[in-house]
């Protein structure tokens, strides 16, 4: 227990001996950032899609047409993190009055309060929300818990306000959603909470830097029949859908084994955005 928590003073009650430890600053890097974690395929399947279908109704005009993605008795709730550092950098004034941080926010009955109860409640507060546009290719999905009845997944990522007095301000947000079976073999959300906070400098310069490819069933028709034909193999060995197939083929002139050899490569690397295989 010592090796992974050496600081560890007391164990199930008994006081351990004193650590030995030397006057010798210790590391301060933190470990890279995984990629998305899917328990399968199929759950990879359902929940991309969701968030598709989610995001793009949540980045439109009017978000009345999330009524449908929500249970009729929905909980939903708001917190953005106490302000720190710069004032200018910390301009999250359209959330203040809706975030319940419980580590500011001690009333019992305001904690209350700010819960958004039923469907039609949480989809009118998420209509008062600024309006936003998602960087989609910046998503990290985590299943946290599935069963039969129930899925619970955290969603990571960046979005920018599109209007009023932030407009253009990068913002980066934690969402957790937890979910039950509905009808078509999609979800229905039980519980949202959303966590909003200012983008590093870092989230800043990386936002929407790969352009999401516009939505198509097929291939460009301009193709030939040999492209097409490469294009269709490539989408079906590597998981991808065809627009982004289609780039990491052009962008190897369409030699396949060196395409499929680079796709590997940043597989692994985890430099493939989720969107890629959204179909």
């Given at each position: 227990m010592r090796e992974r928590f050496p600081m560890l003073?007391?164990?199930?009650?008994?006081?351990?001996?004193?650590?030995i430890a030397f006057d010798v600053e210790a590391?301060?890097?933190?470990?890279?950032?995984?990629?998305?974690?899917?328990p399968s395929d199929d759950?990879?399947?359902?929940?991309?899609?969701?968030?598709?279908?989610?995001?793009?109704?949540?980045?439109?005009e009017d978000r009345q047409g999330l009524l449908d993605a929500y249970h009729d008795g929905a909980c939903c709730s708001l917190c953005i993190p106490a302000p720190?550092?710069?004032?200018?950098?910390?301009?999250?004034?359209e959330y203040f009055k809706d975030s319940r941080n419980v580590k500011k926010l001690k009333d019992p009955?305001?904690?209350?309060k700010l819960l958004k109860h039923t469907r039609l409640n949480v989809v009118a507060f998420l209509n008062e929300l600024p309006k936003t546009l998602h960087d989609t290719n910046s998503f990290v999905v985590d299943i946290c818990a599935q069963t039969n009845m129930l899925l619970s997944f955290v969603v990571h990522g960046i979005f920018k306000e599109v209007d009023g007095k932030s407009q253009d301000?990068?913002?980066?947000?934690?969402?957790?959603?937890?979910?039950v079976p509905a009808g078509n073999a999609g979800l229905c959300i039980v519980n949202d909470e959303l966590f909003v906070r200012n983008?590093?400098?870092?989230e800043i310069r990386k936002a929407f830097a790969?352009?999401?490819?516009?939505?198509?069933?097929s291939p460009v028709p301009t193709l030939t029949a040999t492209h097409q034909e490469l294009l269709q193999a490539f989408s079906l060995q590597s998981g991808m859908n065809l627009e982004w197939s289609q780039k990491c083929l052009q962008d190897n002139d369409w030699d396949f084994p060196r395409a499929a050899q680079i796709f590997t490569q940043l597989k692994a690397e985890g430099k493939i955005p989720e969107v890629a295989f959204m179909k």
């Open positions: 003073l007391r164990l199930d009650g008994h006081t351990l001996p004193p650590p590391p301060t890097t933190l470990p890279p950032c995984k990629g998305s974690y899917f759950i990879k399947a359902l929940v991309l899609r969701f968030l598709q279908q989610y995001y793009s109704v949540y980045d439109s720190v550092g710069n004032p200018a950098r910390n301009n999250l004034s009955a305001m904690r209350f301000e990068v913002r980066a947000f934690t969402r957790m959603f937890i979910a983008a590093t400098t870092e790969t352009p999401a490819p516009t939505p198509s069933s």
